[in-house]
């Protein structure tokens, strides 16, 4: 249940079991102890695990233009082409068997990729 929902439901079982006390002349502090311990305890939100990110880099990109791809449980976010005076998105971008690889043409000294947990 959302919080608000869960206070509302608290606040009537506090205003019904105070109701019930001054009519039948019971003490108010009692009640209200009995009030809360009765009422619903909210359950801690669940919380998301943390997003992982690592860098992979290759120099190898003189000889093979650099094929990299990230682990099994991972996913590929980026890839830069990094050149003697620039750098650049990756345009050669494979998928074999659900797994992403990304690769720099000749030019290109090294390749960064960004790997995130999925």
Excluded: N, Y
């Amino acid at each position: 249940m959302r919080s608000s929902t869960m206070m509302l439901i608290s606040a009537f079982i506090i205003v019904a079991v105070l109701a019930v006390a001054t009519r039948e002349g019971g003490s108010r502090a009692g009640l209200i102890e009995s009030a809360a311990a009765a009422a619903p305890a909210e359950a801690p939100a669940p919380v998301p695990p943390p997003i992982t990110f690592r860098a992979v880099v290759s120099s190898s990109c003189a000889a093979d233009g650099c094929p990299t791809t990230c682990s099994s449980d991972e996913a590929l976010v980026s890839a830069i082409c990094i050149g003697p005076t620039s750098a650049k998105f990756s345009d050669r971008l494979t998928v074999a068997d659900g797994q992403m690889t990304a690769g720099c043409g000749p030019t290109s000294s090294q390749i960064v990729v960004s790997c995130a947990r999925k």
